[in-house]
Every structure is written in structure tokens, then in C-alpha cells.
């Protein structure tokens, strides 16, 4: 069985850096043909695709996002983790991490999500 588990701070201030690592067990981050994303569902809003990173190690943002992003991964820990630089109000969300295989092939299909986690970004 497959888990994904989110961690970081629950509030980050203006400006700064959010970070967040996805644990993940049950299953290596390098077995191919899967895919690691982030994704964020902001209040009162639908699900919104951040990026991913691939089993290879690859990457992949959301244009929207882009900019701001980056996604990285430490295979020795099985976990991958988001960073979103100069975060605003606007960044305030659950993000999730979740998984998909071959979406080429099977499409965005995820099988396997992290319980989330809540980002708020205050002063």
C-alpha cells in the first residue's frame, strides 16, 4: 500500500518561501513510469495543478507557476519536495501531493493522495 504524507509549516509570512516535503512509503519515487505532483485547492476554489516531478527526476510546472517554483527530490528518503518563492494571500491552500502513472498513457489519473496538508500565508 501506497502512502503519501505532507509535511511543512502550517504558515508562512508574505514574501517568503513555502516549502513542503511529500514522504512517501510503500512505493520508490524512482519506479518508472510514475509521477509526483503537487497540487493546491484554495477556498472555495477547484483543484489547481502545481507540478511534478517525474521518476527520472524530471520537472514540470504549471505556466501559472512556474516562475515561483520548484520541485525537487531526495531519493535516499523516498520524498520529494515544493518550494514556491514570494507567496502571497493568494498562496493560501491545502496542498497535496499525489501520485499518477504514465499520464501519457493513462491520463491525470491519480491513484494515491497525501491527506494534505494547510498552508495559510499571513503577517
Known amino acids: 500500500q501506497v502512502q503519501l504524507q505532507e509535511s511543512g509549516p502550517g504558515l508562512v509570512r508574505p514574501s517568503q518561501t513555502l516549502s513542503l516535503t511529500c514522504t512517501v512509503s510503500?512505493?520508490?519515487?524512482?519506479?518508472?513510469?510514475?509521477?509526483w505532483s503537487w497540487i493546491r485547492q484554495s477556498p472555495g476554489k477547484g483543484l489547481e495543478w502545481i507540478g511534478y516531478i517525474g521518476y527520472s527526476g524530471m520537472t514540470y510546472y504549471s505556466p501559472a507557476l512556474k516562475i515561483r517554483t520548484s520541485i525537487s527530490r531526495d531519493t535516499s528518503k523516498n520524498r520529494f519536495t515544493l518550494q514556491l518563492s514570494s507567496v502571497t494571500r493568494e498562496d493560501t491552500a491545502m496542498y497535496y501531493c499525489a501520485r499518477v502513472r504514465d499520464p501519457i498513457v493513462n491520463g491525470w489519473d491519480y491513484d494515491y493522495w497525501g491527506q494534505g496538508t494547510q498552508v495559510t500565508v499571513s503577517s
Open positions: 510503500g512505493g520508490s519515487i524512482t519506479t518508472m513510469y510514475y509521477y
